[in-house]
T-cell receptor
Framework: AQTVTQSQPEMSVQEAETVTLSCTYD???????LFWYKQPPSRQMILVIR??????QNATENRFSVNFQKAAKSFSLKISDSQLGDAAMYFC?????????????FGTGTRLTIIP | NAGVTQTPKFQVLKTGQSMTLQCAQD?????MSWYRQDPGMGLRLIHY???????DQGEVPNGYNVSRSTTEDFPLRLLSAAPSQTSVYFC?????????????FGQGTRLTVV
């Protein structure tokens, strides 16, 4: 079974600075997807970024980028130029690409605080 | 485009009562699922479905029942509510097509069982 570990329960960053959230995972599969979801106080789960395991290039979405290290099974999220609206719970998630195994496995989350 | 619609947003139940959480999606997604979110535990899979008429258990299925009679709807039934089922519940849907792997979530239901 796959597992996802987020070892930082809480992080804080000064507004406009850069912060990196860590995520490691365990799997025996070679083809899979990784995601970062954001959960603001509204409780809505919002997709931030996704990475396909077969792609070597790290995904980027505006101020959000990932450092995907497949051999190390590491998938960190970097947020540049942090804004007050980035304050939220962030979840790392894994999904197999194999048919019949589409469930998402989540980490326990990292609560990010932005300091004005 | 409504995406995933989940109701209600809040619910308080007494121990032993039953209720149904509703979930509907309008994206023609084959895969639908229910998760519960508890502090310090992330989201855990309760039940899932890969299409109409097909359901299966996830990680924490006890005390819950599901059915999938249409592609759009995937209700979650609590048979006899217990305080341990106090949680936030999310419905999610996703495509089984490989280029569209991301899940879309409903707004969540905060359930309190007293």
């Amino acid at each position: 079974a796959q597992t996802v570990t987020q070892s930082q329960p809480e992080m804080s960053v000064q507004e406009a600075e850069t912060v990196t959230l860590s995520c490691t995972y365990d799997t025996s599969e070679s083809d899979y997807y990784l995601f970062w979801y954001k959960q603001p106080p509204s409780r809505q789960m919002i997709l931030v970024i996704r990475q396909e395991a077969y792609k070597q290039q790290n995904a980027t979405e505006n101020r959000f980028s990932v450092n995907f290290q497949k051999a190390a099974k590491s998938f960190s999220l970097k947020i540049s130029d942090s804004q007050l609206g980035d304050a939220a719970m962030y979840f790392c998630a894994y999904r197999s690409s194999n048919f019949g195994n589409e469930k998402l496995t989540f980490g326990t989350g990292t609560r990010l605080t932005i300091i004005p | 485009n409504a995406g995933v619609t989940q109701t209600p947003k809040f619910q308080v139940l007494k121990t032993g009562q039953s209720m149904t959480l509703q979930c509907a999606q309008d994206m023609n997604h084959e895969y639908m699922s229910w998760y519960r979110q508890d502090p310090g535990m992330g989201l855990r899979l309760i039940h899932y479905s890969v299409g109409a008429g097909i359901t299966d258990q996830g990680e924490v299925p006890n005390g819950y029942n599901v059915s999938r009679s249409t592609t759009e709807d995937f209700p979650l039934r609590l048979l006899s509510a217990a305080p341990s089922q106090t949680s936030v519940y999310f419905c999610a849907s996703s495509s089984l097509r490989k280029r569209e792997p991301e899940a879309f979530f409903g707004q969540g239901t905060r359930l309190t069982v007293v």
